[in-house]
């Protein structure tokens, strides 16, 4: 089918249009309509179109910024798909908005947009901005099959040959690999080419990266200078809020994070991951009022959303009860058993709601059967699957029995397991000594576990430099062993591996290492609120379409440049409609 102007029709095309005003909605799906965009699917409410971009890969969606009702709007939804990684390369995202301002603004935020359209437009600039944003993904669909292909070395090389050599949209590119290079582990690489990117032209999401770099290989507090020098630059980039507040709960400045992160809350007030880490940060900190108010903002808009850590209903729960809040428990739980119906046998979500569970047979002076629930959670705590999240949990419930002079002897043994268990940094050690904060001794406790991780380590370290690896590798995996403490395990690993070949037993401890590694079991080497799957600021997972055009998601890629051409001469638009969308 031709259009009116003569260009081809778009083949199986799928677009989405988000417009509370019926009439602009219906003058959008006309003027798309014409230019042969036949599948359109519309929504007139956010939550509406969070749910269909969740769950369908959409090539075109137009998007109203503002929405009159309960401070919804179009920034929200695109912040949270890119931020949990829901909005494919793939899909062309366009913001429409009245306010001549709001440009300048998209291009500050380095949204993942790919353009924005002010009202008034005419059908033919539409289709201009549409075809020329469809292009870019096209130039770059060998790096897009690469990523499809699970061949990130090579969609990395890829990206970094058509940025060295200016090709178009190399900067897009840069991003890209970028992005992927830090996937990789290749935190070095991915520094130098964002510095590359700062020394072509100075873009935010570049000095952004270069931050990430740091946190990602060790350098937090570098980090940290190098964000409050883009903030400085730009008050309003909400991303670098995150960044910094994700480095600053690393190192254990949990007074100066919870500020940060009640700013990049600020700054969106309607992002559920933003609102989470508020109210998360804000429990740990012992401010439970906000934490009460800002997770339960959290759960109202996006329970439903795959955006939703369910961690933050726990916390929530545990709110509730400080309140003695009787019908707010009775919510959570229901919550719970409607979010086990859709996650049936997810071990992570039981867990949740025996510790919800436990909390509520408490606040009904059920003791018997709270103590003997929170016996059954303690006995899990050397098992491989007892990770990090359900050992700061654990705490919190055996703090809140020891405040409610529930006689428990076990507890503060279960509270030093846990600690010689989970204590590696500063940033994870008080992580678990606040959750334990309401009965200050536990707290106490935990910090003494790291201190004696950290002797066990020191010593080890000395005995390998006095010249007995072996000893030093066996004294750490018996330790490892007794704590099952991650820490230390890794510890004998370096020094099996550098001093490998002056150890005669080397096969046989490196045997007892990869045995004791499944018990260890895995534990985050930095302090984290939630599950960090891979909602990073500035990254987003590409799904890409497989048999049946089903989405299928892969590993941590970034959004579009906000606002960014970078092409020498602009091509043919219409070229890029006729054309398949990658």
């Excluded at 769950?55 to 890119?82: N, P």
């Excluded at 508020?278 to 329970?303: H, N, P």
């Excluded at 439903?304 to 019908?327: C, G, H, M, P």
């Excluded at 536990?442 to 370290?461: F, H, P, S, W």
Aim: aromatic fraction near 6%; hydrophobic fraction near 45%; charge should be negative.
């Amino acid at each position: 089918m031709a259009t009116e102007n003569g260009s081809s029709a778009v083949p199986a095309v799928l677009a989405l249009v988000v417009d509370s005003n019926a009439t602009s909605r219906s003058i959008l799906v006309a003027q798309l309509r014409e230019y042969g965009v036949t599948r359109i699917v519309q929504c007139s409410r956010v939550q509406d179109a969070r749910s269909r971009l969740e769950h369908t890969v959409f090539d075109y969606v137009l998007c109203e910024q503002y929405f009159g009702e309960g401070g919804y709007s179009g920034q929200t939804l695109l912040d949270d798909l890119r931020r949990a990684q829901l909005l494919p390369f793939s899909t062309v995202f366009f913001m429409v908005t009245a306010e001549a301002s709001y440009a300048a603004v998209a291009e500050a935020a380095e949204s993942a947009l790919d353009g924005y359209l002010l009202k008034p437009f005419t059908p033919s600039a539409l289709f201009e901005r549409l075809s020329l944003a469809r292009l870019r993904k096209v130039h770059l669909k060998p790096i897009f099959d690469a990523i499809e292909a699970e061949d990130f070395e090579s969609a990395a090389r890829l990206c970094v040959e058509r940025f060295e050599a200016r090709k178009p949209y190399w900067l897009y590119a840069a991003r890209i690999g970028s992005e992927l290079l830090l996937r990789l582990g290749r935190h070095d690489e991915a520094r130098t080419l964002f510095e590359a990117v700062i020394a072509a032209r100075a873009l935010p999401w570049a000095k952004l990266g270069v931050a990430r770099a740091q946190i990602e290989s060790g350098q937090a507090a570098r980090a940290i200078t190098t964000l409050q020098e883009l903030i400085g630059e730009d008050a309003s980039f909400a991303d670098a809020y995150d960044v910094l507040g994700r480095a600053q709960v690393e190192l254990g400045n949990f007074s100066q994070a919870i500020e940060t992160y009640r700013t990049a809350s600020g700054l969106t007030p309607d992002s559920v991951v933003r609102l989470q880490k508020l109210g998360m940060m804000s429990y740990y900190m012992g401010d439970r009022e906000t934490a009460t108010k800002v997770l339960a903002r959290a759960a109202i808009l996006g329970i439903d959303s795959k955006l939703f850590d369910f961690q933050s209903l726990v916390l929530l729960t545990f709110s509730y009860f400080a309140d003695n809040d009787r019908k707010g428990i009775e919510r959570c739980i229901a919550d719970f058993a409607r979010i086990l119906e859709r996650h049936h046998g997810s071990e992570r979500i039981l867990r949740f709601a025996e510790v919800a569970r436990a909390l509520q047979l408490i606040q009904q002076r059920q003791f018997s059967q709270a103590v003997e629930s929170v016996r059954q959670m303690a006995r899990e705590i050397s098992s491989g699957g007892f990770d990090f999240e359900a050992a700061c949990n654990l705490g919190s419930l055996l703090a809140v029995l020891a405040v409610t002079s529930i006689d428990l002897p076990e507890s503060e043994g279960w509270v030093r397991m846990l600690g010689l268990r989970y204590a590696n940094t500063r940033g994870l050690t008080e992580l678990l000594a606040n959750a334990c904060s309401l009965h200050p001794p536990y707290g106490d406790l935990v910090r003494d576990c790291l201190q004696q991780i950290n002797k066990t380590a020191e010593i080890a370290m000395a005995r390998s430099l006095a010249g007995d690896p072996a000893g030093a590798v066996q004294s750490l995996l018996q330790q490892s062993e007794q704590t099952l403490n991650s820490k230390l395990l890794d510890l004998s690993q370096q020094i099996l591996l550098r001093h490998g070949a002056r150890v005669a037993t080397a096969e046989p401890l490196q045997q007892a290492v990869d045995t004791l590694r499944h018990r260890v079991g895995s534990a985050p080497a930095r302090a984290i609120l939630g599950q960090e799957s891979e909602r990073r600021p500035g990254g987003v997972v590409l799904r890409v379409r497989k048999a049946a055009d089903e989405p299928r998601r892969l590993d941590e890629v970034p959004p579009p440049e906000a606002l960014e051409p970078d092409l020498a001469e602009p091509p043919d638009p219409a070229a890029a409609l006729r054309l398949r969308p990658v």
